[in-house]
């Protein structure tokens, strides 16, 4: 008997000591799959791993909007819509999002409101709970094995999404923050322009350049994003360029053209040690070189040139030679593009203006008058 009891401890010991590894494991892997501060990567990650730990067939996670209190879909796999919204109100879902605890249910038809989950065999339902707040919902549904879900299974999850609960709230931080920092240096920039008329909406409409540049050219959403933050802040560095070269009526000479070939440098200076913008600075620093590297300031040619400064190479010189200048009136749209087209090349790199070429031509036709 005392053996018996000896070894049914010995494997309820191993069962917890086993238990306790795979948690710790998960805890390891989720500190790499959550390490990103986007918020989309997080939630496809959440809902890739909790499809593998647990083992199911479709997995959802759903974002509460607190004006409606209505949930969502921000991520999803499996038998789930995209467009799929549900009442955020409802008992069983308020239920779980006002106590923060993982509901599960093994047959839905006991359901109150069932509908709002039609399709689904067994759900596990569990909240997105940060530290301040509820984030959201994560649905789990038909297990592959069509067992119920179990203690353990709720354990895993829960987790699953705490890790990534934290990692959403951190993931908003860093945005509020960066947003925060991103509008001081706008209102910086704007601060210049207002100083030199002659260049206000300079930013803006590069920014709308190179956007159109860089859909033509099929770059991703976050690529996208990276660029238009270092469109923005492409000539930062003319803040330290003194105001009455900037000002000046009439030709630069040549020492005041030193001056201001400076504001790239100076623009990676200033913005050099904010970690947010460290993939960045590249674009800024060499906006200004030629493709065949004859005239940059840094030397460098062809796909050297980082692929956002070559992309604002095009945009900048566009809406410089477009532009009123204390020393030249702005050209017409059409000769300018004639302009840029026959640079291609030499000053610019011949793919980037075939692209602008494309988006400027696709625009309503007043704009090339």
Same mark, same amino acid.
């Given at each position: ?129 940060? /530290?301040?707040?509820? $984030? !959201?919902?994560? #649905? @789990?549904?038909?297990?592959? %094995?069509? =067992? ?113 070939? /400076?504001?790239?440098? $100076? !623009?990676?200076? #200033? @913005?050099?040690?904010?970690? %947010?913008? =460290? ?91």
């Amino acid at each position: 008997m005392e053996k018996h009891n000896a070894v049914n401890d010995l494997h309820l010991t191993v069962r917890e000591l086993s238990n306790v590894y795979e948690e710790l494991s998960l805890l390891y892997k989720l500190s790499g799959l959550f390490s990103t501060l986007n918020v989309n990567e997080i939630c496809e990650n959440l809902v890739n791993e909790a499809i593998n730990t647990v083992g199911v067939k479709t997995a959802a996670v759903l974002f509460l909007n607190e004006e409606t209190q209505a949930l969502y879909t921000k991520a999803h796999r499996g038998d789930w819509d995209e467009n799929r919204t549900i009442d955020g109100g409802i008992e069983v879902i308020a239920d779980v999002l006002e106590n923060s605890k993982p509901t599960a249910f093994c047959k839905l038809d006991n359901v109150e409101h069932q509908d709002n989950l039609h399709g689904l065999q067994s759900v596990l339902l569990c909240p997105l709970a940060g /530290k301040g707040k509820t $984030l !959201g919902l994560m #649905i @789990l549904a038909d297990k592959l %094995s069509e =067992d119920e879900f179990y203690s353990n299974d709720i354990k895993l999850l829960k987790i699953i999404t705490t890790q990534a609960a934290m990692a959403i709230e951190n993931a908003f931080l860093y945005q509020e923050i960066e947003d925060l920092l991103l509008g001081t240096i706008k209102s910086f920039v704007k601060a210049l322009e207002t100083t030199t008329h002659w260049t206000a909406g300079h930013t803006e409409r590069v920014t709308m350049y190179a956007q159109g540049i860089a859909a033509e050219m099929g770059l991703d959403e976050k690529k996208m994003e990276r660029l238009r933050i270092c469109s923005l802040l492409h000539d930062i560095g003319k803040i330290a360029v003194p105001r009455d070269i900037l000002n000046k009526k009439g030709q630069l000479d040549s020492e005041e053209w030193k001056e201001i070939k /400076k504001h790239p440098a $100076l !623009g990676v200076t #200033i @913005l050099s040690g904010l970690k %947010s913008f =460290d993939d960045i600075l590249d674009g800024i620093k060499y906006h200004h070189e030629y493709w065949d590297g004859t005239k940059g300031l840094f030397g460098l040619k062809g796909e050297d040139i980082p692929l956002m400064a070559r992309i604002l190479a095009v945009a900048d010189a566009f809406d410089a030679m477009t532009s009123d200048r204390p020393y030249r009136s702005k050209k017409k749209i059409g000769e300018t593009l004639n302009e840029i087209v026959e640079l291609a090349d030499r000053q610019f790199d011949p793919t980037v203006v075939a692209a602008f070429q494309k988006w400027i031509n696709r625009q309503h036709p007043a704009f090339l008058l």
